[in-house]
Nanobody
Framework: QVQLVESGGGSVQAGGSLRLSCAAS?????MGWFRQALGKEREVVAT????????MYADSVKGRFTISRDNAKNTLYLQMNSLKPEDTAMYYC????????????????????WGQGTQVTVSS
């Protein structure tokens, strides 16, 4: 069984930085960060395999956000720099343990396990 616990959200002014963490236990193949703003659909932010390979980003965060994984600590990170008001959302950590097959890691259906979310608010 996989368990995910996010932390690190908060309020910051535009241009600032935050680092989100996701403590993950269990057998995991790849992980991702998604976000959902008020009144909008959940969207992918970034995804990575647990061996650190295959990092991919949504166009809206490329060059500003970095996803990484510390396997010694079983923790996934999202370093967010140059934050903008449009980054305001609830951020969710997601994970999948199933291996094999062709999967679009940018899709919510590619993930079985989800954290409870952590709020990020960016003020202008």
């Amino acid at each position: 069984q996989v368990q995910l616990v996010e932390s690190g959200g908060g309020s910051v002014q535009a241009g600032g930085s935050l680092r989100l963490s996701c403590a993950a236990s269990g057998d995991i193949f790849y992980m991702g960060w998604f976000r959902q703003a008020l009144g909008k659909e959940r969207e992918v932010v970034a995804t990575i395999y647990t061996n650190g390979a295959g990092a991919m980003y949504a166009d809206s965060v490329k060059g500003r956000f970095t996803i990484s994984r510390d396997n010694a600590k079983n923790t996934l990170y999202l370093q967010m720099n140059s934050l903008k008001p449009e980054d305001t959302a609830m951020y969710y950590c997601a994970a999948q343990s199933t291996r094999g097959g062709i999967v679009d890691r940018f899709r919510q259906y590619a993930y079985t396990y989800w954290g409870q979310g952590t709020q990020v608010t960016v003020s202008s």
